[in-house]
Every structure is written in C-alpha cells, then in structure tokens.
C-alpha cells in the first residue's frame, strides 16, 4: 500500500524489511495515477454500495478542490521552510495574517492587490519567524507557537479597526469581497458535467472528476497549482534549489562549500510565509466571500500535516491536500451520509491492509488492522448516518490515522528543525 | 561569574521582554491612531479589589496550564495538546461529579482523579502514538485537540441537558461544592478554594523535578536523549510517562471554576487556557516561581484589558498582540543572554589559562 512512500525512502528508520521485499523500483508520477485511479474505484463502489450519490458529484469534487488549494498552499509554504532546514509551525498564524491582508486589500484595491497584500501580510509573519529562528536561534517550535500567538491577535485587533466602519463589515468580519475571476473549458465541461449525471459505474464517477476540473475554474486555482509547479522546478532543477534544500540537509556542508545558509534561510521562511499568505488570501477570497475571525480553523496545521505526509515532496503533499480537502468537502456537502458512506472506503482499506501485512508475515499488525477494519464496517453497517460533531473531526482523524499508518516510511530533510549557527562547522 | 551577575543577568531578560513587549504594543496602537496614553493608564491603574480576586483566580488557573504545558518541555516534548486534554477532562470530571454516585467531599476528590485521568488518557494517545509509530507529538496533539472540541461537543449533546440558552451537564450537588476562600477583607467576591491546587501542584513539579530519580531522567532526557539513554534511561517509557503527566495535570485546569463557580461543564467554558498555558510556560522558563508570575502577567493583562473597551474605545484584543510579543521576546532575549553568558565564560577560561601558561607547557613536553 506505501510502495510510493517505500521507494522514495529507502533508509528510513521503519521495521526491519523482510529479505524477499526488495523496494519496487516505479517513478511516483506514475504511481500517483494508479493511486488516483484506485481512489476513483473504491468511491464509485462505495457509491453504488451505498448509495450516497453525493460523495463523487461534481459539486463535491469541486467543493474539494475548493477546499484543498489552502491546505496545499500552506503546505507548500512549509516545504520551502522544512527543506531549508526551519520547521514552521507558524504557518498558521501566517495564513490569519494572510486572510486579514487578503480583507483589507481586496475591498479597498481589487482582487489583485488583495493577493499581493495578503502575501505580503504573511511574509512579515515569515520573516519574523525567520529572525527569530535563524539570527537568534530560537527554538523553531517555541517561535512558531508564539508567531500564531501574535497573528491571531494582531488580526482580530486589526479586523475591529480595518473593518467597523464599513458597510456589511464589523468588528469580526470584512464586507463581502468580490471573487477572482473564473471560467468553464467550453464543450468539455458541459459535456462531462452531463455524463456525470448518467449514474454509470465508474464513467460517471470520472465525468465528475472532468466537470469539476473544467467548471467554474479559479485563476487562483490555476496560480496555485502554478505555484506547485514552480516550487518543484526551483527546488529540485536549479543550483537555488540545490543550495536551498543542502541547508535542510546539512547546513554546515554547505556554509564549508560557500553556501550562505543564514540568507537562504530567510529566503526560504520567507517565501514560506508569502506562501501561507496566499493560502489565506485563498481562504478568504475564493473559499468563502470575505475576512472572518477564526477563519483559517487549524488549516495551516493540517498544511503542515499534509506536508508530512507528502514525505516533503510537492507530489505527495498535493495528493495529502486533496485528501484532506475531499474528507472536508465530503462533510460538509450532505455530511453525514458521505462520510458514513465514506466509512466504506476506510473499511476496505484497513482489509486490504490487513491482507497485505498478513502476506508480509507479520500477524499481530495483520489482525490489528483487521479488527479496526472490522468494527468499522459494523459502524458502516450499523448506522445511517454519522452525527455532524464527528463528521467535523473527518480531517483531524484521517491526518492522524495517516500519520499514524505511515509515519515510519517518511523522511524528513536531516537537520530540519535544528539550530544552526555559522562558524560552528569544525 | 559571580552570583549577582549572574542573576542580573537572568532577570534581564524578563526585562528586555516586557520592555519590547509594550513598545510594540504603544507602536501598534500608534500606527492605527488610538490614544497610546489612555490604553496604559487603563491597563496599568490600580485594579478594585475585586479585579485582584480575578486577576489571582485567572492566574491560578493559568499556572496549572503552563504547569502542564512545562513537565513536557523539560523532556523536550510539545504538548501543544494541553488545550484538548483540559476541555476531555474538564467534561469527564463534571459529568461524574454530576452523576452524584458519591456523597460529598469523595465525590469532589474522586471526581477530580477521574477529570486527571481522562486528561492523561487523552494524552497517551500522543504518547503512544509517538512511542510505538514515530508520529511526532506536536503534531498529533494539535490533530487531537481539534477531535477533542468534536467529541465533547457530540457527548455534551448525547449527555448534557439544556438549561434556557445552554446545554450543560448535569449541576453537581451543593455537597461536592468547594467553597471559596476570602482574600481581601470586606471583599464579597471569593478566590477559588481550588485555587489551591496550583500551590500543591506547583510544589509537587518542583520537588518532583529536582529531587526524585524520576525527575533527574526527565530533564537529563531533555538536555542530552544520547547521554540519557547511555547512562540506562528508558527513553520510550519516559516519553508515556511525562506525556501521561502533562495530561494529568491538564485535568486539573479546568476543576478551580468547576468546583467553585459554574459547577457544570456547559458550552460557555473557557476555550484557549491550554494555548495561553504554553505561552506562560514560555515565560517563566518551565521554573515553577518563573510559570507563577508568567501566569500572574498574563492574567493582569486580560483581566485589565477588558475595561479598554468601556473607558478608552480601544478594542481589548489588542492585549493577545502584547502577551505574543511577551513570548516571542522573552524567549529571543533569553537566547541572546545564553549566547552573552557562554561568551563570557569562555573568556574567562582562556584568561585563566593565559595566567598559568607553565601549566600548558609542561603538558606539552
């Protein structure tokens, strides 16, 4: 079930691996189109099973993607952070900046400004994070608490003296905002936006995933999964990113090799809080109509999460958002009935895992995962619904039992979270 | 170094904090054009005697938050999860309290050990997760306090009843209740008689840490994990454990207002005591006299502040913006003191070595 995490990890510190497991070889694009396909499969399934026909519409697929783009953005803020070596939990306290930058700037400057602000709003939080960490290394965790501290503050004072005066506006929340601009793909997203409809197994199910990539499109969407792009390019193909990512490695072979880890750094916590900045401004434009107190509700930390999952990759990170997004959107779009209908899916893959550790030789995990499969299926079984209290939880738990299931498999970059001062490389 | 200095210089950097800490603020209110003069002489008057019950009933809650937020940072554990094991334990303490199984005071005492034990429980599922899946604490505890909100949410719906616009647990019986202690004379209002707890609480963590085997492991697992586990310390049952205890001890929060004041678990509980917790742990330095006025700080500026609103207009919100500050400098002033003080004893050492140079020779030869 992890080949993708396995096979980009080779030396990480999990269970001794039986001697027949040899690590599959397979390039993780490839992967991540069996595993999407795979994910298409156990929801058609679960639909017809259940009937819940609201779990793959294209109104909740795209309700997920909605809602995914600000956990991705503030993963990807965290990735450039972690790769450089800083662990930023302040991420959160950055995306609340971001939303009240987003506010301000939009209603006063239009759409675009809104944007630039509120990244901008985010950097400052980046950035003094930054100083803290990296100038006056500070504990990266004790910084981030107290970053998200002074965020949340600094919003909700900011918000009553920005937006009391305002029409629609008041002291916890901005007038409504106007959206950015969005499109339909002609031909194609009415023509997919039919098929879905149709109620075939499968051909259907992949309609909606058509409709909602191709309806009612967001250019800050689009921006973001540009900036998913870029990010891998500038990491991964260029000697910036080379250098960028040695500091996470190991920040006193690249000061030995010239590399300026302190500047790099910053660079990187900082565009990691331009980054949340935009996730923020996302939130508030885009995801809902406008700035509200409280309104980023843990996002940044299940970014971070994601990002964790993602095995500090942009790929997996993207895969973790959409997840976490469709457990969300799932809830929130008749709630109870696709996240019991959901319950399905979880069920058979907490089996399969069974089986797979059961072939692996190791029983206790075998009979474990089993019997946590099967008391899922008798909760599936046994109720029609799930209250909403708990269809709330859907992220959290799902970001736990992940962590939980593939934590051993991960491999952060080496010295992340560590101080670093320059000059003490021997 | 000699004593004083080195004293001076730990007391330092509380100063520099709080200094930095009200400049920004005074900037701030500058900035969007409120009166910087009118929120001082608000939030520094001389608080009415009653203001004083609060501001110490606040403190005393507060002090067995960072209390908890602080047994993890000794072992290098974050328990961002304190916020979520109060709201688990303060639900289990008051639905059992209110059950009435006992009569009187053992259900108050019991109840209290069940509200510990729901907070420890509540925290071993960090502790366990990190033990046996390698899932990092931060993480977890921060997935877990949002599952919490949830789960008390459902159970105070399943459990509770409603009472006009609230839903709320069952009222604990007048028997169990812990009558308040006066504190100023003539003063109606009373301090928490639970309050006392954070005085046993915060003796126990410090004789705990400084004078018990268990506590030399814990900290000397927080300063070196290697050197711990060299020298025979059980590093994974020293995570459940200390975990185990924040928790426990997080159980404890919420139990002053419950016994004293509210006496149910209802939906207008305090929210956000673990986060403020962390911070004054932060600074007062995990010391338990430095979390006491940490706590007591804290607990000045909110209760003061919200008299801003009234008297000046100014939004009282603005104090979170100073209590952050207050962290973030206090912990950046203390690295900057650490870094100054290893500085100097290294010149120290190398003038001493400089003044017996025939010691270095000889070795040499």
Known sequence: ???????????????????????????????????????????????????????????????????????????????????????????????????????????????????????????????????????????????????????????????????????????????????????????????????????????????????????????????????????????????????????????????????????????????????????????????????????????????????????????????????????????????????????????????????????????????????????????????????????????????????????????MPAADGQRYRRGEAG | MSRARRLGLTLIAPLIAVVAAALVTSLVLLGVGESVGEFWAVVLSVPSSRLMVTIVNNASVLYLSGLAAAIGFRMNLFNIGVEGQYRVATFTGAYFAGLALLPGVLNTLVAIGVAMAAGAAWAGIAAVLRVTRGVSEVISTIMLNAIAGGLVAFLLRELGEQQGQIRRTTTIPESAWVPGIPLIPGEPSLVYGLALLALVAGVGYAVVLNRTRFGFDLRATGASETAAVASGVNVKRMTVAALLLSGAVAGLIGMPDLFGDSHAYGSTIQVGLGFTGIAVALVGRNHPAGIALGALIFAFLSVQSNALGIIAGISPEIVAVTQGVVVLSVVIAYEVVRRYQLRIEQTEVARALEREPAAGSEVGT
């Open chain 1, 1 to 411: 079930m992890s080949t993708v995490a396995g096979a980009s990890a080779p030396g990480a510190a999990g269970p001794p691996q039986p001697v027949g497991a040899a690590p599959r070889r397979s390039s993780p694009r490839s992967m991540l189109w069996v595993w999407l396909l795979l994910g298409l499969l156990a929801l058609a399934s679960a639909r017809v099973l259940s009937g819940a026909d609201d779990i793959d519409s294209p109104g909740t697929l795209g309700a997920a993607l909605t809602l995914a783009i600000p956990i991705a953005l503030a993963g990807l803020g965290g990735l450039w952070s972690e790769r450089a070596g800083v662990v930023n939990i302040g991420l959160e306290g950055m995306m609340i900046l971001g939303t009240l930058g987003a506010g301000y700037y939009t209603f006063h400057f239009g759409v675009w400004a809104g944007l630039l602000g509120a990244m901008a709003f985010g950097a400052i939080g980046g950035l003094l994070h930054g100083t803290a960490t990296v100038v006056f290394g500070v504990d990266h965790i004790v910084s981030g608490v107290a970053i998200n501290i002074i965020a949340a503050g600094a919003a909700a004072f900011l918000a009553e003296v920005f937006f009391s005066g305002l029409p629609g506006g008041g002291p916890t929340q901005s007038p409504a905002l106007p959206n950015a601009p969005s499109f339909d793909v002609p031909i194609l997203s009415g023509a997919a936006s039919d098929l879905a409809t149709k109620d075939w197994f499968v051909v259907s199910d992949a309609a909606s995933v058509v409709a909602a990539l191709t309806t009612d499109m967001s250019a800050f969407t689009l921006l973001a999964l540009a900036a998913f792009a870029g990010t891998y390019w500038v990491l991964w193909h260029t000697p910036f990113g080379l250098r960028l990512r040695s500091c996470g490695e190991s920040p006193t072979a690249a000061e030995t090799l010239g590399v300026n880890v302190y500047r790099y750094k910053m660079i990187a916590v900082t565009a990691s809080g331009a980054l949340a900045g935009f996730a923020g401004c996302y939130l508030a434009v885009v995801a809902s109509s406008g700035y509200a107190n409280g309104q980023t509700g843990g996002r940044g930390y299940i970014g971070l999460a994601a990002m964790i999952f993602g095995n500090w990759r942009p790929g997996g990170l993207l895969t973790g958002s959409l997840l976490f997004g469709y457990t969300d959107a799932a809830r929130l779009r008749s709630g109870g009935e696709s996240v019991h209908a959901l319950l399905l899916v979880v069920a058979a893959g907490l089996l399969v895992f069974a089986l797979w550790q059961l072939r692996r030789a190791r029983a206790a995990h075998a009979i474990g995962f089993a019997v946590a499969g099967g008391v899922v299926l008798f909760w599936f079984l046994a109720a029609d619904t799930i209250p909403s209290d708990f269809t709330q939880m859907t992220p959290f738990v799902a970001t736990l039992l992940v962590l939980a299931l593939f934590s051993q498999r991960l491999r």
